[in-house]
């Protein structure tokens, strides 16, 4: 499909499962690429193969503009930055983990391991998420000076105006990039036709502040790109969206589903750990532990959101309980 706008879609190979990455390069002044793929060889390669193929080089980059923080949308941007000199922005959110991305995911260690705890998840399970957790960093190069952007700003891209939304759900600093003229949305992890955008567990950008509920801002912001009326949503995997409504349609029911057979099996009091491994029994690595327990906190937070289950604290571990059984 051709994009609207002087707008290209470069796909990268990545070493992780979720496949290839799509990075966009905005055409005109200045010359923008919309994330980077992760500090890979493979990676970079095939970056610098399709900047060629649009008569261009790593070195004419001007700005970069990374729509999250997770290692395949943005591990290789402060080597980009460091061969080019492009500005970089983001979410304000993100601009505490790009100078130092290991020593944030410190910070923030016993705040997992708490609610990894409460979820009843066995220590060894535990000590295995938090050793894959430290091993991000290889995946990434530091970033330096960022710039915020936040909801509201626009931005001048491929010769249009784009606005920015602050999209929180499948991360805390997610954005998407919206042209009213040709109504096309760069959507990134946000809308993916093939993938249900997980919600990852997060902590709060407030010190102190209260656990981020992503499932359910993520249902929010799912629905309110909807309202737009895009004609084409630009996804950071696999092929562009031509049915946002349906999509989204698509997305909520799935969302329901998983949300009513958690409540039938709440009769009794479980730990999310106790939850989690019935829905997924294929879990095998510590990474994919940490994407399942998130998906089935972010359906415990819709029940307890609509008043269908709550959470009950028994020392350390919490057990959630169903308030009433679905017909």
């Known amino acids: 499909m051709t994009l609207p ?7 990268l190979p990545t070493p992780f499962p979720v496949g290839p990455v799509n990075v966009y390069l905005a055409e005109g002044e200045p010359l923008t690429l919309i994330d980077t793929g992760p500090r890979d060889p493979a990676t970079l390669a095939a970056l610098e193969a399709g900047l060629r ?3 261009c080089r790593v070195e004419d980059l001007r700005r970069i503009v990374l729509t999250h923080l997770h290692v395949d949308h943005f591990g290789l941007c402060g080597d980009l930055v460091a061969r080019s000199g492009a500005e970089v922005l983001t979410h304000a959110f993100n601009l505490p983990w790009l100078p130092d991305y290991a020593a944030e995911r410190e910070r923030h ?13 066995p ?3 535990i000590q295995a998420i938090e050793h894959s957790g430290a091993t991000f960093a290889r995946w990434l190069s530091p970033v330096q000076n960022a710039q915020a952007l936040n909801e509201g700003d626009t931005l001048t891209l491929a010769g249009a105006e784009w606005r920015v939304y602050h999209t929180p759900g499948h991360a805390g600093g997610l954005i998407c990039l919206w042209e009213a003229g040709s109504r096309t949305l760069l959507a990134n992890d946000h809308l993916i036709r093939d993938i249900s955008s ?20 993520y249902i929010h912001h ?29 997305r909520l029911a799935f969302h329901q589903r998983r949300a009513r057979k958690i409540l039938d099996s709440l009769a009794q009091p479980k730990t999310l750990w106790e939850l989690t491994q019935p829905i997924f029994p294929q879990l095998k690595r510590p990474l994919d532990y940490v994407l399942g327990l998130s998906e089935i906190l972010g359906h415990l937070d819709l029940l307890e959101e609509d008043g269908s289950a709550k959470p009950v604290r028994e020392g350390e571990v919490i057990r959630w309980t169903g308030l009433y059984s679905t017909p």
Not at 198 to 215: A, V
């Open 53 to 55: 193929e649009h008569g």
């Open 123 to 125: 220590e060894e399970m």
């Open 198 to 217: 997980n919600p990852i567990l997060e902590p709060s950008p407030l010190i102190n502040g209260p656990r981020p509920k992503r499932l359910v801002e």
């Open 109 to 121: 260690r016993e705040f997992y391991r708490r609610i990894w705890v409460e979820g009843g998840v």
């Open 5 to 11: 706008l002087p707008l290209h879609l470069i796909p």
């Open 222 to 250: 799912m629905q309110r790109m909807a309202a737009l009326g895009p004609l084409v949503a630009l996804p950071g995997h696999g092929p562009v969206v031509d049915d946002v409504p349906g999509l989204v349609r698509q």
